[in-house]
């Protein structure tokens, strides 16, 4: 430093650190310095008061060079800090922002949440009553199914037992009374020939109606001969030929399952007939473990089986009464239908009964 040696330099600049650390401000260290300077000055020449009050000024600033630099850094570092505080409060703002939107989120979610939780069970108690109703109207359809099946039942044999008979027994008066007119009366006994050939086709049209309604075969001697008489009948009346494979121990289910079997049966060749175009068809009911399945297959048109099932207006089809029947029993129902393979209509039905072949 001029004006000084540097010596002088470091014993001042030891002195402003140690005032810095006593604690002394640069208005003490300059009341220090005058009075030091006043007391000093006596004793100097006068012809060197001037370069000695030179150099007292600049050990003086050089005592307070630290002093200024702690100064400067502290002005520097108050700058910082208000930044980092202005910055803190901006960030405290912006936390108590973010702390009332996250409340008011966290409130809204709860109260989904709530909503959800209530949705729920409304959900499950719909669910369950959905359940019921589902149960109680195939309940129904079970007991509207069997009455339809007793009175059928009865109406067959009322058919069976009353109009036939009366019909039979037209034509035997009618018999009698041919005999009895003689050959004067050819052109009456022409007439009653006629008239006994309507009885007897009247007849046969009712016994084939009470078949169709409810065959004594099937309550009486069982599945097999009910759908052996029901496919050549079927062939008799369409021409079609249907293959038909089985085995005894069939006879062993229930009533209901053997109705229902009967019944799929019947509406399935009826499709055939009426829509599939066939040349070939086939009945099969097979054995397995723990059910019967019964596989009703044909060679004609194919269809859109998923679409008919679900389909509101399929009365063309009747698919949605086999299923119907099927299910009313506890078993399942399929359609497969594939362009140019045709169609094959399975029910497989539980039954644990130890079958026998």
């Known amino acids: 430093m001029r004006g000084i040696t540097k010596r002088s330099a470091q014993r001042a600049e030891e002195i402003g650190r140690a005032a810095l650390a006593e604690g002394l401000e ?206 050549k009948a079927f062939n008799k009346r369409t021409g079609l030929k ?3 494979t089985t085995f005894v121990g069939v006879e062993h289910m229930s009533n209901d399952k053997r109705t229902v079997l009967y019944r799929v049966a019947q509406a399935a060749l009826v499709n055939i007939s009426q829509h599939a175009k066939a040349s070939t068809a086939s009945v099969a009911i097979k054995r397995l473990p723990d059910a019967v399945l019964m596989e009703i297959r044909d060679d004609g048109r194919a269809f859109d089986a998923e679409r008919v099932l679900d389909s509101r207006r399929n009365k063309r089809l009747g698919l949605i009464g086999m299923r119907e029947r099927v299910e009313m029993v506890g078993g399942t129902f399929s359609v497969e239908s594939v362009k140019g393979r045709g169609t094959i209509i399975s029910a497989l039905l539980p039954f644990k009964h130890s079958l026998t072949p």
Do not use: C, W
């Open 26 to 231: 640069t208005v003490d260290l300059a009341y220090m310095h005058g009075e030091a300077l006043l007391a000093l000055m006596p004793t100097v020449a006068e012809a060197s008061r001037d370069v000695s009050t030179e150099r007292a000024a600049t050990f003086f600033l050089a005592v307070l060079a630290p002093i200024e630099r702690t100064r400067t850094e502290m002005v520097k570092t108050v700058s910082e800090l208000k930044l980092a505080n202005t910055a803190l409060r901006q960030r405290s703002t912006d936390l108590t922002a973010a702390n009332r939107q996250l409340t008011l989120e966290v409130t809204q979610r709860r109260l989904v949440e709530k909503t959800l939780r209530a949705s729920e069970r409304n959900y499950r108690t719909l669910l369950t009553e959905a359940r019921q109703m589902q149960r109680q109207l195939r309940h129904l359809s079970h007991q509207v199914l069997m009455a339809q099946e007793e009175e059928r039942k009865e109406i067959s044999r009322e058919l069976h037992d009353e109009i036939v008979q009366t019909l039979t027994g037209i034509n035997v008066h009618l018999a009698s009374l041919k005999l009895e007119s003689g050959d004067s009366r050819k052109s009456i006994a022409r007439h009653i020939d006629s008239t006994q050939r309507l009885v007897e086709k009247s007849v046969d049209i009712v016994h084939q109606f009470a078949r169709d309604l409810r065959p004594t075969l099937l309550d009486d001697l069982g599945l097999i001969p009910a759908l052996h008489a029901y496919l």
């Open 242 to 244: 249907v293959g038909f």
